[in-house]
């Protein structure tokens, strides 16, 4: 059934990293941006303020992460759009190929590509940063992997229905972005303005916040239980939903 | 023999534009068989019916014992395609796309290096397909065509954009794929693209078929006008080819005459004219007219882009 998935997942990845900027712009930037800061503040950071340092400590991670897979989601949309735009898409069509082969592998590219990020990010952050001394590292992996994959299944269902790449971009970032602003990232959801709340609840991007934040932090999974479920809930009807409406052409 | 394509009455719109309408055609085993007609006739969407790539809304089609839409994987392990202005990634190298194309298939693919050989790509191997020429990205699609060794093969538009050079050496491809013993449905807007390529065509205008068949019994059904051009000094030559049978006109200019008729036996008969009054002639040629003439008949306008 995913006849031709390793081989179009390794031609992707050696396609994107010929492309100009491609493995500097996505992995390159991020990591020394982190650096640049981490050498402005990082040590300094517990001296300034017990805010700035719990910051450090629970925020920091979890903002890197879920820049990280915005950021996948994103270049996921356009991927799809520029692909059928472009006729690719129509022309693996009319191979065996199904269109769940070819969202899969682009899913895994990101995956990888997003670890390889962070992977990458704690390894030259440490030197500055005080963090993940006592994080479950583990478990933490795996709340990534579990919100990843829901967050990228709402980019699925972006990608299949965006008309033109050039809409592709703007549309997702409309999605996306208002969403992390509610999310719990910048400000924790109590203490946003009641009708703020109500939409953060709806939002399934809450719930990766709040699970990450919380398998950090130590919390056991059991404590949250309601967000995997709606991580859970949003992957299988955006997934499902981006089968029917996706578009070859 | 039963035929490796059977459609019969299909008809297929968009909205309540009818692109297809009531389309029937037999493809035999072994023949290549041309949809031929202007841009905007239907020939890509009755093709991609026929490919599985769009649900028709009415009629029946057969592709080697197979209904393409219910069982369009199941065709697609045995057909090969190449699609009008299809595209693959910027940067995926020749014989990467050869070879993500030949895991697809569960039937052997055949060698992508002979392919390539053949196909005069095998020094573009390492390129991107961005690098590529027109024509080079046309061979690299062929060559994914036939890369699974399938019995049937569409072939879309696959001059459309090419330099006369490159549509020539296509053309002896394809005639090297009938060789091989497939059979080719294929769709093109030139005229002269058909008559040196097809067994067969079927001539396509809004959505309807008008006419198949041979291009030269096309031709000669349809156009049975000829036309003598030649070129004589003697005055009283005029009165002698008015007496020629089925003489329609006759046209004179300096010492050029244009003699039009019709049937098989004028330029016989002219000829046999000349050489009777010992007419001298400094020129002599025939105009038959060609498919171009018989769409121009049919649909009382000139196929053009």
Same mark, same amino acid.
């Given at each position: 059934?995913?006849?031709?998935?390793?081989?179009?997942?390794?031609?992707?990845?050696?396609?994107?990293?010929?492309?100009?900027?491609?493995?500097?712009?996505?992995?390159?930037?991020?990591?020394?941006?982190?650096?640049?800061?981490?050498?402005?503040?990082?040590? %300094?950071?517990?001296?300034?303020?017990?805010?700035?340092?719990?910051?450090?400590?629970?925020?920091?991670?979890?903002? !890197?992460?879920?820049?990280?897979?915005?950021?996948?989601?994103?270049?996921?949309?356009?991927? &799809?759009?520029? @692909?059928? #735009?472009? $006729?690719?898409?129509? %022309?693996?069509?009319?191979?065996?190929?199904?269109?769940?082969?070819?969202?899969?592998?682009?899913?895994?590219?990101?995956?990888?590509?997003?670890?390889?990020?962070?992977?990458?990010?704690?390894?030259?952050?440490?030197? @500055? @940063?005080?963090?993940? &001394?006592?994080?479950?590292?583990?478990?933490?992996?795996?709340?990534?992997?579990?919100?990843?994959?829901?967050?990228?299944? &709402?980019?699925?269902?972006?990608?299949?229905?965006?008309?033109?790449? %050039?809409?592709?971009?703007? &549309?997702?970032?409309?999605?996306? @972005?208002?969403?992390?602003?509610?999310? $719990?990232?910048?400000?924790?959801? #109590?203490?946003?303005?009641? !009708?703020?709340?109500?939409?953060?609840?709806?939002?399934?991007?809450?719930?990766?916040?709040?699970?990450?934040?919380?398998?950090?932090?130590?919390?056991?999974?059991?404590?949250?239980?309601?967000?995997?479920?709606?991580?859970?809930?949003?992957?299988?009807?955006?997934?499902?939903?981006?089968?029917?409406?996706?578009?070859? #052409? | 023999?039963?035929?490796?394509?059977?459609?019969?009455?299909?008809?297929?719109?968009?909205?309540?534009?009818?692109?297809?309408?009531?389309?029937?055609?037999?493809?035999?085993?072994?023949? /290549?068989?041309?949809?031929?007609?202007?841009?905007?006739?239907?020939?890509?969407?009755?093709?991609?019916?026929?490919?599985?790539?769009?649900?028709? +809304? =009415?009629?029946?089609?057969?592709?080697?014992?197979?209904?393409?839409?219910?069982?369009?994987?199941?065709?697609?392990?045995?057909?090969?395609?190449?699609?009008?202005?299809?595209?693959?990634?910027? =940067?995926?190298?020749?014989?990467?796309?050869?070879?993500?194309?030949?895991?697809?298939?569960?039937?052997?693919?055949?060698?992508?290096?002979?392919?390539?050989?053949?196909?005069?790509?095998?020094?573009?191997?390492?390129?991107?397909?961005?690098?590529?020429?027109?024509?080079?990205?046309?061979?690299?699609?062929?060559?994914?065509?036939? /890369?699974? +060794?399938?019995?049937?093969?569409?072939?879309?538009?696959?001059?459309?954009?090419?330099?006369?050079?490159?549509?020539?050496?296509?053309?002896?491809?394809?005639?090297?794929?009938?060789? =091989?013993?497939?059979?080719?449905?294929?769709?093109? *807007?030139?005229?002269?693209?058909?008559?040196?390529?097809?067994?067969?065509?079927?001539?396509?205008?809004?959505?309807?078929?008008?006419?198949?068949?041979?291009?030269?019994?096309?031709?000669?059904? *349809?156009?049975?006008?000829?036309?003598?051009?030649?070129?004589?000094?003697?005055?009283?030559?005029?009165?002698?080819?008015?007496?020629?049978?089925?003489?329609?006109?006759?046209?004179?200019?300096?010492?050029?005459?244009?003699?039009?008729?019709?049937?098989?036996?004028?330029?016989?008969?002219?000829?046999?004219?000349?050489?009777?009054?010992?007419?001298?002639?400094?020129?002599?040629?025939?105009?038959?007219?060609?498919?171009?003439?018989?769409?121009?008949?049919?649909?009382? *306008?000139?196929?053009?882009?």
């Amino acid at each position: 059934m995913l006849r031709g998935l390793w081989k179009l997942t390794w031609i992707e990845i050696k396609i994107f990293l010929r492309e100009p900027l491609g493995a500097i712009g996505t992995i390159g930037i991020p990591v020394l941006v982190f650096l640049v800061a981490g050498r402005m503040i990082g040590r %300094r950071a517990a001296l300034i303020s017990p805010a700035a340092s719990s910051f450090i400590g629970v925020g920091l991670p979890v903002l !890197a992460s879920v820049l990280i897979v915005i950021g996948a989601v994103l270049s996921l949309v356009t991927i &799809i759009s520029i @692909y059928r #735009e472009g $006729g690719i898409l129509k %022309r693996l069509r009319a191979t065996p190929l199904r269109p769940q082969t070819i969202l899969t592998a682009h899913v895994i590219v990101k995956l990888l590509l997003s670890a390889a990020t962070l992977v990458l990010m704690v390894a030259a952050g440490k030197r @500055y @940063y005080p963090v993940g &001394i006592h994080a479950p590292l583990a478990g933490f992996t795996m709340a990534l992997l579990i919100s990843t994959c829901s967050i990228l299944s &709402i980019g699925f269902l972006i990608a299949s229905l965006v008309p033109t790449a %050039r809409f592709a971009q703007p &549309i997702g970032a409309v999605i996306m @972005y208002p969403m992390m602003a509610v999310s $719990g990232l910048f400000a924790p959801v #109590e203490s946003l303005p009641l !009708a703020a709340q109500a939409v953060a609840k709806v939002l399934p991007l809450t719930y990766a916040v709040s699970l990450l934040e919380g398998i950090w932090k130590g919390d056991a999974w059991w404590a949250h239980a309601h967000d995997l479920t709606a991580l859970a809930l949003t992957f299988i009807v955006c997934t499902a939903l981006s089968a029917k409406v996706f578009r070859w #052409e | 023999m039963h035929p490796v394509i059977q459609v019969s009455a299909i008809r297929k719109t968009y909205g309540s534009t009818v692109a297809v309408d009531d389309v029937s055609f037999e493809v035999k085993d072994g023949e /290549i068989f041309g949809l031929i007609g202007p841009n905007g006739a239907g020939k890509t969407t009755t093709m991609e019916c026929i490919e599985g790539l769009r649900k028709r +809304d =009415r009629g029946t089609i057969s592709v080697l014992g197979l209904d393409p839409f219910n069982d369009v994987y199941k065709l697609q392990e045995r057909i090969g395609v190449q699609l009008q202005q299809a595209q693959l990634q910027k =940067r995926i190298k020749v014989w990467e796309a050869l070879d993500l194309w030949a895991s697809l298939y569960h039937r052997n693919a055949i060698d992508g290096e002979r392919l390539l050989e053949q196909l005069g790509l095998i020094g573009k191997r390492n390129a991107w397909f961005m690098t590529l020429s027109g024509g080079q990205k046309q061979r690299l699609f062929i060559a994914l065509a036939l /890369i699974n +060794d399938p019995e049937l093969v569409f072939l879309d538009e696959l001059t459309t954009g090419l330099d006369p050079q490159a549509r020539r050496a296509i053309w002896d491809l394809v005639r090297g794929i009938r060789e =091989r013993g497939k059979t080719v449905l294929l769709t093109t *807007h030139l005229m002269e693209e058909a008559e040196r390529l097809c067994d067969r065509v079927a001539i396509i205008e809004h959505g309807r078929i008008i006419d198949i068949d041979s291009p030269e019994r096309l031709v000669k059904r *349809h156009c049975p006008e000829r036309t003598v051009v030649l070129a004589t000094d003697d005055r009283s030559a005029a009165e002698r080819f008015r007496a020629i049978p089925r003489v329609d006109e006759i046209t004179c200019s300096g010492s050029q005459f244009t003699i039009r008729g019709s049937g098989d036996d004028l330029v016989t008969d002219v000829i046999h004219c000349l050489s009777e009054n010992r007419t001298r002639v400094t020129d002599f040629r025939t105009i038959l007219p060609n498919l171009e003439d018989v769409f121009l008949k049919l649909t009382g *306008h000139p196929i053009r882009d």
